[in-house]
Each structure stands twice: as structure tokens, then as C-alpha cells.
T-cell receptor
């Protein structure tokens, strides 16, 4: 089967660092995506990992361990505008994304 | 703006109505998707089109009928819906490189539209 888990909610302070974890189980793997979704808006692409290791893009980094079925999204120097839902998704085949339920992040002053 | 537009943004319909959702992408992509997003549930893939051909139908009830007349446009025709179909319907597109499955198949980044908030009374 295919399963993907991430925490439902997280809170953090402006300027801090937060790590959002994602674990998955799949019979076929073609990469791991992270999307950001503000309330009432479209999900926007953040990162894609297909090989093990850390990918860094400015304040956001994403890590993948295929052997452990594990990924995390790291957000540094948090800003109020980072308050959003963060969606983890793995690809089990041709563009067939399986999404987690999302982690709602609240950033406080 | 992601280059993917959806209309209408909000829709209220009765269970006996027939309506259509429209999606248009201005990115030159070859693959388009419909997703359903219900409250506190994961995004669920409904349909995938590649080069106007449906390549995935994720056990969606027949009251949802997709149509892809060309690679830039995607429709979702709705009829005799149920209240539990109330949700945010998201369209996405991607480059659609490579074959649909097997060796060489590739996972593209999908770009989402703003969605249509559907309420079925």
C-alpha cells in the first residue's frame, strides 16, 4: 500500500528554525515533493528530492532518506508569512502524487 | 500567479444541477490533473491527462466527468452530485515529459491553479 504521514500542526516563533517531518511507505518511489499552501490559495512548489541527502534553497531545505522512507523540510529565519500548510507528497509512478494531509504551521511574533 | 487559472472560484449547486469547472494553463505543458481537497484530508488525485489522453482515473464516481479538448484546457463536468462532494477542486499541470509508465517515466513538478470551492446543497 501507499501511506504518508506528517504532523497535523506545529507552532514556532518568528526568526526561529522549524523542521517538518514526513514518513512514507510505497511500493514504488519516484521522488518526494514539498508544497506550501496558504489558506484559500493554490499549493506552490517548494522542493523535489529524488536522491538521498539535503537540498538547500535559500531559507528552505529538504532532506530525503530513501532507505528510511523519511523526509523533512527545514525552514530557517522564520517569517510571519511562512504561516501556512506544508504538504509532503511522494510520486509512486508517472506524475501520480500521493499527498499527506499537510502540516499547518503557525508562526508567532 | 502560477500560470494555471480556474473558473469559477466559487460554486454553489443543488444535487440535481449540472455544472462544469474549467481549468486553463498558459505554461505550454502537456499533462493536466484534477485533484479534490476536502477539509482535513489529503489532496486526492482524481484524473490525469497526458497529451489530451486520460492516463489515470482514480476510481472516481461517474458523476464526475473530465474532458480535455486540448493540452491547454481541462474541464470537470458535474452532475447529480452529493453533499459529500463539497470540497476544493484543484487543477494542476506539468511538462509531461517521458512515457506514462515504465523505464524513462518521469515525475514532473506540478503547478496548481487556485481551485474552485464547491458547495453542494
Amino acid at each position: 500500500g501507499q501511506n504518508i504521514d506528517q504532523p497535523t500542526e506545529m507552532t514556532a516563533t518568528e526568526g526561529a528554525i522549524v523542521q517538518i517531518n514526513c514518513t512514507y511507505q510505497t511500493s514504488g518511489f519516484n521522488g518526494l515533493f514539498w508544497y506550501q499552501q496558504h489558506a484559500g490559495e493554490a499549493p506552490t512548489f517548494l522542493s523535489y528530492n529524488v536522491l538521498d541527502g539535503l537540498e538547500e534553497k535559500g531559507r528552505f531545505s529538504s532532506f530525503l532518506s530513501r532507505s528510511k522512507g523519511y523526509s523533512y523540510l527545514l525552514l530557517k529565519e522564520l517569517q510571519m508569512k511562512d504561516s501556512a500548510s506544508y504538504l509532503c507528497a511522494h510520486s509512486g509512478g508517472y506524475n501520480k502524487l500521493i499527498f499527506g494531509a499537510g502540516t499547518r504551521l503557525a508562526v508567532h511574533p | 500567479e502560477t500560470g494555471v487559472t480556474q473558473t469559477p472560484r466559487h460554486l454553489v449547486m443543488g444535487m440535481t444541477n449540472k455544472k462544469s469547472l474549467k481549468c486553463e494553463q498558459h505554461l505550454g505543458h502537456n499533462a493536466m490533473y484534477w485533484y479534490k481537497q476536502s477539509a482535513k484530508k489529503p489532496l486526492e488525485l482524481m484524473f490525469v491527462y497526458s497529451l489530451e489522453e486520460r492516463v489515470e482515473n482514480n476510481s472516481v464516481p461517474s458523476r464526475f466527468s473530465p474532458e480535455c479538448p486540448n493540452s491547454s484546457h481541462l474541464f470537470l463536468h458535474l452532475h447529480t452530485l452529493q453533499p459529500e462532494d463539497s470540497a476544493l477542486y484543484l487543477c494542476a499541470s506539468s511538462q509531461g515529459r517521458g512515457p506514462p509508465s515504465g523505464p524513462g517515466s518521469f515525475t514532473d513538478t506540478q503547478y496548481f491553479g487556485p481551485g474552485t470551492r464547491l458547495t453542494v446543497l
